[in-house]
């Protein structure tokens, strides 16, 4: 189709081009210059920018170069023909048959590798990720005027990928804030400083293409994804909004080739300087510790519950005299605030208690048994080797003997030889699963022979005939599901399972 005969809102397209041309000219003329744009600060300003060189310019001396060296052992080398003890081949060549000059011991050698960072304060310190400098020997932070400082370091998170360093400079150093990640929304501008390739002051921008993603990476995930150009190299350098205030840090990309195609991935600058913070204060992480185990609220599991919505993070097993126990939290209980925040899935809650002090009294608002509940919990502190909460893991159904049925599985009482058989504790009480119908609801949703039904509807049960009682009065309620408390291995977990 020619372009004459193109239209816009019935204008002929040339006309218009010429009209939206007027107007940009004349919006770009009234708005603030790239230069003020780079010294604003607040909320980003509406519409693309004019260009990106004045924020460029004046942020690229605190972005920094990271490179790394670190020992490897050389592959052993494959043995040398059987010669004698005394023979003089040996000496010539003491890296086929060991002696003084080969030992007979792998070799090491040095390995290197770049990354990127940013300056945050005029004494020095520096930020990246932790994947750039692990395992490193010696760290050297390359800055843009072409000066070199070996780095010490300060501390690290793997958890979140985050690593402090400490350089000493002989004058102040240009740094960059932190911006409020939080006032982040999809569709900002942002600009990338780093180190792709180990092409040192690469510049890309792009928006901000989504928050919250989880990408697997670690326990906290919540990166901001962005498709301004990220590759290798740029990991651990600087997210940029357009007030020049580093928004996030970025850390992984999706790539099938190693380049970018327009997925990057981001640690979000109020995760990074909470982190960093406490690298700076303590050397290392202090992060708060709730002491339970939780699922998923699905949709089934909310309407067994008379839950409006799946939100929230279901406590499956409290840990016995931790803090959740002490502060009054329950097997069952659904999570719906945390000291002030709503918890919109599982998900948000280990993040929300890691960000929290350790020690610190917070509210915690819970659904319960159909009723809104609030109680005080003193937070704990996590110890780095400790497991972050999770849910307890899905299993697969086998067929065993009859039995008496109810939803699909056959049930009995725990007898002695069904706790040998089945390895239950001696104070496990409730119903045992001896069978469960593969094509059965309960298959489904992962129940097995040997697991234990604790309680039916959060009411305790001992007999098949208590867990009969519970489901027909979940039907008799009009519910779908009736939610099940189950010992699997003796983790508790919790399971709706539809009552048809």
């Known amino acids: 189709m020619p372009l004459s005969s193109l239209t816009v809102r019935g204008r002929p397209m040339a006309s218009s081009l010429a009209l939206a041309a007027a107007l940009a000219a004349a919006l770009i003329a009234a708005g603030p210059s790239p230069h003020a744009l780079a010294q604003q600060a607040g909320p980003q300003p509406a519409g693309a920018p004019a260009t990106f060189a004045d924020l460029a310019e004046t942020l690229s001396p605190a972005v920094v170069n990271i490179a790394t060296t670190s020992k490897v052992a050389m592959p052993e080398r494959p043995g040398g023909p059987q010669l004698p003890e005394n023979s003089p081949f040996r000496e010539l060549f003491p890296e ?27 004494d020095g310190y520096v930020v990246t990720n932790n994947h750039v400098i692990d395992g490193a020997d010696e760290i050297k932070v390359n800055f843009t005027d072409g000066s070199s400082l070996t780095a010490e370091l300060v501390g690290t998170d793997p958890k979140t990928d985050v690593a402090l360093l400490k350089v000493s400079p002989e004058r102040d150093l240009p740094h960059v804030p932190f911006a409020d990640s939080d006032a982040t929304r999809v569709g900002d501008w942002v600009m990338a400083i780093g180190n792709p390739f180990g092409l040192g002051g690469s510049v890309s921008a792009g928006i901000i293409s989504a928050r919250n993603r989880d990408i697997n990476a670690g326990p906290y995930d919540d990166f901001l994804q962005t498709d301004a150009a990220i590759n290798r190299g740029n990991s651990g350098g600087p997210l940029f909004d357009m007030s020049g205030a580093v928004v996030g840090m970025n850390t992984a990309i999706i790539s099938p080739t190693g380049g970018s195609i327009g997925i990057g991935f981001a640690v979000p600058a109020n995760i990074v300087k909470n982190v960093i913070d406490q690298l700076q204060e303590f050397g290392s992480t202090r992060r708060g510790w709730l002491g339970v185990s939780i699922q998923e609220v699905t949709p089934d599991i909310a309407e067994s519950l008379g839950l409006d ?23 069952g209980d659904v999570i719906l605030n945390f000291d002030g925040k709503p918890v919109e899935t599982m998900r948000d809650l280990p993040r929300m208690v890691a960000e929290t002090a350790a020690h610190k009294t917070v509210e915690v608002e819970v659904w319960r048994k159909g009723e809104v509940e609030t109680v005080q919990v003193e937070l704990g502190l996590l110890e780095e080797d400790a497991p972050v909460m999770n849910a307890s893991a899905d299993v697969g159904a086998q067929d065993q003997a009859p039995g008496a049925q109810a939803l699909g599985m056959t049930l009995t009482e725990i007898t002695p030889k069904a706790r040998q058989d089945y390895s239950l504790a001696d104070d496990l009480e409730g119903v045992l699963v001896e069978q469960v119908d593969g094509a059965s609801n309960a298959a489904e949703k992962g129940l097995r022979p040997g697991d234990v039904i604790v309680e039916v509807a959060q009411e305790t049960v001992a007999t098949p005939a208590d867990v009969e009682a519970r489901v027909q009065a979940a039907r008799d309620q009009g519910r779908k599901s009736v939610l099940l408390l189950v010992s699997s291995g003796g983790d508790l977990r919790f399971v709706a399972v539809t009552v048809d």
């Open 96 to 122: 086929l048959f060991g002696g003084e000059r080969g030992g007979g011991e792998r070799q090491m050698r040095p390995r290197q590798s770049l990354g990127s960072g940013f300056v945050i304060s005029a």
């Open 309 to 331: 919505k799946a939100a929230g993070a279901l406590v499956a097993q409290v840990v016995e005299d931790g803090p959740a126990a002490s502060g009054g939290l329950e097997n």
